[in-house]
């Protein structure tokens, strides 16, 4: 469920608070693996119909659970500051989603994504608004002339992203913004046009 699809209807809106508040406590007991729609409907202490209809699969519960979690709000960086400056708002967004307990939640649904297929499509949903949209900035950059237009968008994504997930979830350490500032100068810097 997209933050377009967010419903409006007030008692909607905190039955599906408290069926994700339920599954967020089934993941931290149990596990990515402890989350079903079964147990949600258990301890939410509603029909399992009614988790359905807010998640049709498994991994959508888990992809909302991530999402929430991650606390990552996308907006488009200010169309006038440098291409530099819109990488690192963009990446600092996520460096603070995976600081915080969007970190905790990726790191237990990415070891457990190589057995179990809802996991390894919900990481893969994500990627569809997380990496995705650092590759469409740096694209406008190509389009725009601000990056040379033999750079690769999607490799320039993954030379950024890469390191932060890297950091966070192998090292556990937090990613300061110095850092993120260091990655981007570093990454970006070669490819900028004068």
Known sequence: MTNSERPTNP??????????DAARGLLADHGPEGVTHLRVAGAAGVARAT????WPDRAAILLDLLRTSADLDLAPPPPDSSITERVVIVLRTFAKALNGDGGRTLAAMI???EWDDDVFAALGRMATFG???LRSVLSDAVEQGLLDARADP????DRLIGPLYFRRLLYHEDIENVYVDR????????HLVD
């Open 11 to 20: 008692q909607v809106q905190r039955t599906q608070k408290l069926m994700l």
């Open 51 to 54: 988790v359905y209809r807010h």
């Open 131 to 133: 990496p995705m949209f």
């Open 154 to 157: 999607a490799l320039l994504a």
């Open 183 to 190: 990655l981007v100068e570093a990454t970006i810097g070669p």
């Open 111 to 113: 070891g457990l994504s």
